[in-house]
């Protein structure tokens, strides 16, 4: 898509505000216009040199209630006009927030959260003044056109020595435009390296301190934020150079009509209404040229906004980043939509036939990888770092698109996983679980009505109960940022409980119990798998976990080596046995 | 020592130990026993309520920050990466480190042959986020940064606990190498890194319940320790015995 057809798709996600907003801007080119003329009886009838019927005091009045219409209507507008602003910068914001929910293995995993941010205040802000500007044009437009109506009556010579300097404005603007992109991208690139780098910090305070690398981090951010001083000078010296072109015309255009008028007025066939139509008529060219060299500068670098969006996107999902959506500005959120519950739905297998994804970096990933999880069964993955356990979970979920294969669920093709595999009939925990600078009740929540579940439940099958018990505030403990306040176990725990609480029918677990002691960790294998009708299909490195599934899949290399119970697979498979002698130097 | 977070409740309750240099002490505990907090007293992230830390017998509220931290090297379970390159992230972005001193760290560590398999070497870039890199990979990273500040005493906090073992088993020789001649301090949940380790201090809801020789602990069948180890092994059994091929039973 380009950046015309985004703009368009964004403008008609709200058709009345942006037909509203172009409405009051052309009711405001009206009321600029007027004046003009009336200016021009004025001086004409002053100087006797014309004569209507109205004196000049009824023009003086006319005039003073044009500016005050004007005043109101251009309030109105500025407030329309930044509504629609809010409006659209939200609508993208949303719409990508909810992309990257739903595939959060996409474009954003591939830099740092900082930088993520950067697209989404920078970028949408970006897209969002091009619109203004475009409505601000229609006003600009619809009163050039009117100038030019009538200066062309009076003179075309001197209509065309006004309107040519701004003919040439256009010619140079245009020819700057591949290097205005250029040097957008390039700042905002450097833009969001700095605040990529911060969140990076900010994460690694500890380890910068431990290692007494304060002053180095600081030098180095330091080196980042100079470079971003330099491109975005770049960038701003271009922009504002073009600006003052345009500004420039202004000047040359009177000077111009100065020249040429004051030939005309003495041979007579000027008269000085019409100097007056033409001074009170320049300014306001001025701005047109301006307004036009400022849309051709913010098309171009809202197509580079847009293509830094959709970069977080898949190409073919760029669309969805206009659509129009709910923003629930007012009143209390929305309720999530209750998935609808049929039988049929009821959780009996799920599977993967030839599922292929490869990381597109690394060409690391899974290659046809078959497995069917059957209802009430424990399935284990295994596989030493790297041979693709968590991209295959990441795949079954759709956080990541498959490239081939299919997902089914219970016999049926799943045609998009990130949004049927959610809960109640699916939950997930990651293999480093992402918590919220919130209290442990909403972190485990996550949005879920507290009455409609059992949370108590889900905090004794994650053995978190003896925790709760010794912290200050109980479930209303405030976590800090990332939960440091918890220790590794907790948080590992608190995600378990936030799975739990979900109540799903199919548990994908992704190394949960790395930061466990022997005993907590039994205990929740043990919590896990006495709910009843739990299915669960697990990532795990630990045997404690391989001794208490019904099966195991050994991935090698991203394909399926084996598949079999532990002790078939200790006869049988080669990689087996070394993951498990590997682990033999326990005792 | 004692420490408390929030002014009430204890973390850590009169907690008294000593480590001599060159010798390496592990500690053990169930999850929120207090092992991580005393990590992050040693390095003076928090002072202690009551009681003191000594270093080499000097207070170490005494030292300047520094120079305590430039003592010590501590490795984590999460490792903290930059998108930069590999030298940077080994040199916390400081040019002054030259490469043949990163090179002989990562030799000295036995990841030679990992690092010639880098794309690049030491001017890789890391993706952000660390994607390009293996959990396994990282820790490797961690290690190496240690190595290069030649602490005294280095703290390993649960620092292998996400790896398959047969990447664990690659990390420990550098593991070994690492603490070879140094003190240490291992806080652990997995047992398998315990080895190395002459002394065993278990902690319980902030206190001390067993503290002891690991030889001496092992051999008597009601230490802690010793029911953690038959705990572990036990975990290690396949299912039915018979059919370990390897004849483990």
Known sequence: MNTWNFTWRLLRGRPWLALLNVALATVIAVLDLLPGPILRAFFDRLTGQAGIGVGPRALIGALLAIALARTIIKTTAVLISELHDFLIG??????????????????????????????????????????????????????????????????????????????????????????????????????????????????????????????????????????????????????????????????????????????????????????????????????????????????????????????????????????????????????????????????????????????????????????????????????????????????????????????????????????????????????????????????????????????????????????????????????????????????????????????????????????????????????????????????????????????????????????????????????????????EGTT | MSFSYDGTDLTLDGVSFTLAPGRTISLLGRTGSGKTTLARLLLRFHDPMGGTIRLDGVDIRAARIAELRARIGLVTQEVQLFAASIRDNLTFFDPAVPDHALLTAIDGLGLGAWFDALPAGLDTILAPGATSLSAGEAQLLALVRVFLTDPGLVILDEASSRLDPATERLIAGALDRLLAGRTGIIIAHRLATLRRVDTILVLEGGRIVEQGPREALMRDHGSRFARLLAADFASNLPTDPSTDPAGRA
């Open chain 1, 90 to 583: 939200a609508t993208l914001r949303r719409n990508l927030l909810a992309r990257l929910l739903a595939r959060p293995g996409l474009g954003a995993a591939n830099e740092a959260t900082g930088a993520t941010l950067s697209r989404f205040r920078d970028d949408a802000a970006q897209v969002a003044n091009l619109l203004a500007l475009l409505c601000y044009g229609v006003s600009v437009a619809v009163f050039a056109i009117g100038a030019l109506w009538l200066l062309l009556r009076i003179d075309y010579l001197l209509t065309i020595a006004v309107f040519g300097p701004l003919i040439a404005t256009i010619v140079i603007m245009r020819r700057a435009m591949g290097r205005l992109a250029r040097y957008r991208a390039e700042s905002r690139q450097a833009t969001g390296r700095v605040t990529g780098s911060l969140g990076e910090m900010f994460a690694a305070v500890q380890a910068v301190q431990v290692a007494g690398a304060e002053s180095h981090l600081i030098a180095h951010f330091r080196r980042l934020n100079e470079e971003r001083r330099r491109l975005l000078l770049r960038d701003a010296v271009l922009t504002r150079g073009l600006g003052a072109v345009s500004a420039g015309t202004v000047g040359l255009g009177t000077g111009l009509i100065l020249l040429f008028a004051a030939g005309a007025l003495r041979a007579g066939t000027f008269t000085v209404g019409d100097f007056t139509l033409f001074a009170y008529y320049l300014p306001f060219v001025g701005e047109f040229t301006r307004v036009v060299g400022d849309t051709l500068t913010s098309y171009r670098q809202a197509g580079v906004a847009f293509a830094r969006l959709a970069a977080l996107l898949d190409g073919a999902e760029s669309r969805l980043l206009v659509a129009p959506a709910p923003l629930s500005l007012r009143g209390p959120l929305p309720a999530l939509p209750p998935l609808p519950q049929r039988s049929r739905d009821r959780f009996m297998a799920f599977e993967a036939i030839n599922l292929t994804y490869r990381h597109q970096s690394a060409g690391r990933g899974i290659v046809g990888v078959d497995l069917r999880v059957e209802r009430g069964t424990f399935v284990v993955i295994v596989g030493r770092v790297g041979a693709g356990k968590t991209t295959l979970l990441r795949t079954l979920l759709g956080q990541l698109p498959a490239e081939a294969g299919e997902i089914r669920w219970n016999g049926q093709p799943v045609a998009d996983p990130s949004s049927w595999c959610v809960s109640p009939r699916v939950a997930y925990t990651p293999q480093v679980p992402n918590l919220f600078s919130d209290t442990l009740r909403d972190n485990i929540l996550l949005g879920l009505p507290e009455e409609g579940v059992d949370l108590p439940g889900a905090i004794r099958a994650a053995v978190l109960e003896r925790d709760l018990a010794t912290f200050p505030a109980g479930l209303g403990t405030l976590i800090g940022p990332r939960g440091v306040r918890l220790s590794g176990g907790q948080v590992q725990r608190a995600a378990a409980a936030r799975m739990l609480v979900r109540e799903a029918e199919l548990l994908l677990v992704d190394d949960l119990s790395s930061a466990l002691d022997l005993e907590t960790e039994r205990q929740l294998w043990v919590g896990l798998l006495a709910r009843p009708d739990t299915t669960v299909l697990a990532v795990s490195q630990r045997r404690a976990a391989w001794r208490h599934a019904d099966r195991i899949i050994v991935l090698n290399k991203g394909r399926v080596e084996a598949t079999g119970t532990l002790d078939d697979l200790l006869v049988r498979c080669e990689e087996m046995q070394q993951l498990w002698s590997a682990g």
